[in-house]
C-alpha cells in the first residue's frame, strides 16, 4: 500500500469524528454564511445556462444508466436541476443556501418544472436508502474539507440505488486570485473580502477515485479547462 492509500485510509476511519467536529467550528460557520452571503446578492434567478463542454454528457450518462430520480448536490439556484428536469428527469436539488433554493423555485415555477429543493447541508445528508438512481455534483466537492467530502460521498452511495450513478464535475483548484490560509487537511480557506470564509479544496485524481472507494469508476477525464468529469457506478 502506498503512503496515500494509507493517509485516505486513516482519513476515512477518521472522517466521521473529524466532520462533526468541523461542522461545530466557528471555520465552518463562516465558510457557510460565505454561501448565504453570495446567494443573498441575487434577487432573481440566472437563467441563462452555462456553456460547458460537458453538460450534454450528464443527460447521456444517466440516460444510459437507466436512472430517472436525481439528486443535485449543492444544486445552488438550480441551473442543472432545470437542464434535467426539461430533460424528463425527477429531480432533487439540495443546498445550504436557502434563499438561492426559493430562486431555483421560482425558475421551476417559470417553467412549470416540478423540481423539489430541499434545505441542507452535504456533511448531513437528510435522505434514505435507495432514494435516488444517481446524483450530479458539479463544482461542490472541493468545496468541502476532505472529512466532509468522505462523509458525503459515504453516504451517497446508500442514498442511490444498488448499481446507482455518480456524476461529477470537479473544477481546478488554486489558480484563481484570493488570499487564504490553509487548513491542515489542504483546505483554503478564503480571507479577502470578496471570498470571506469560502472553503476550496484540490482533490487530486487519486483522492477522487478514493472517494469514490466501494463505486466503479467507469469515466475519469481531465477537461481543456483543467476540470476532472468523473462518472461512476455503486
Ligand atoms: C460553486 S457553487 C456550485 C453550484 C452549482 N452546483 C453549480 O454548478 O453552479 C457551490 C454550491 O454549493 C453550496 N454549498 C457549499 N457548501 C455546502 C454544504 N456544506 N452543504 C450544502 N451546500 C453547500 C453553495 O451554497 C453553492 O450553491
Redesign the pocket.
Known amino acids: 500500500m502506498t503512503a496515500d492509500k494509507t493517509a485516505i485510509n486513516e482519513a476515512m476511519n477518521e472522517a466521521p469524528d473529524k466532520a462533526n467536529k468541523l461542522?461545530a467550528s466557528d471555520v465552518?460557520r463562516e465558510?457557510?454564511q460565505f454561501?448565504?452571503q453570495?446567494?443573498g446578492m441575487c434577487t432573481k434567478p440566472y437563467t441563462k445556462m452555462?456553456e460547458l463542454e460537458y453538460l450534454p454528457w450528464i443527460p447521456e450518462r444517466l440516460k444510459a444508466a437507466s436512472a430517472e430520480r436525481i439528486l443535485?448536490?449543492?444544486?445552488?439556484?438550480?441551473?442543472?436541476s432545470v437542464f434535467l428536469a426539461r430533460e424528463g428527469f425527477k429531480v432533487t436539488g439540495?443546498?445550504?443556501?436557502g434563499h438561492?433554493l426559493d430562486l431555483g423555485r421560482q425558475w421551476a415555477e417559470m417553467e412549470g418544472l416540478n423540481i423539489k429543493f430541499d434545505a441542507?447541508?452535504?456533511?448531513d445528508l437528510p435522505y434514505a436508502d435507495n432514494s435516488f438512481d444517481a446524483v450530479?455534483?458539479?463544482?461542490?466537492i472541493?468545496?468541502?474539507p476532505l472529512s466532509?467530502a468522505l462523509v458525503?460521498m459515504s453516504r451517497l452511495k446508500s442514498a442511490v440505488k444498488p448499481g446507482g450513478t455518480f456524476i461529477g464535475?470537479f473544477?481546478k483548484v488554486g489558480t484563481g486570485p484570493g488570499e487564504y490560509y490553509k487548513l491542515e487537511d489542504g483546505t483554503q480557506v478564503y480571507t479577502d473580502k470578496s471570498r470571506k470564509g469560502m472553503?476550496l479544496r484540490y482533490f487530486p485524481d487519486e483522492e477522487i477515485r478514493e472517494l469514490l472507494t466501494g463505486w466503479e469508476v467507469v469515466e475519469l477525464k481531465t477537461l481543456d479547462s483543467g476540470s476532472r468529469f468523473v462518472v461512476a457506478h455503486t
Open positions: 461542522r465552518y465558510n457557510l454561501w448565504h453570495a446567494w452555462p443535485d448536490l449543492g444544486c445552488g439556484s438550480g441551473w442543472l439540495i443546498d445550504v443556501a438561492a441542507g447541508d452535504l456533511g450530479v455534483a458539479n463544482s461542490i472541493e468545496h468541502l466532509l458525503a464535475c473544477d472553503m
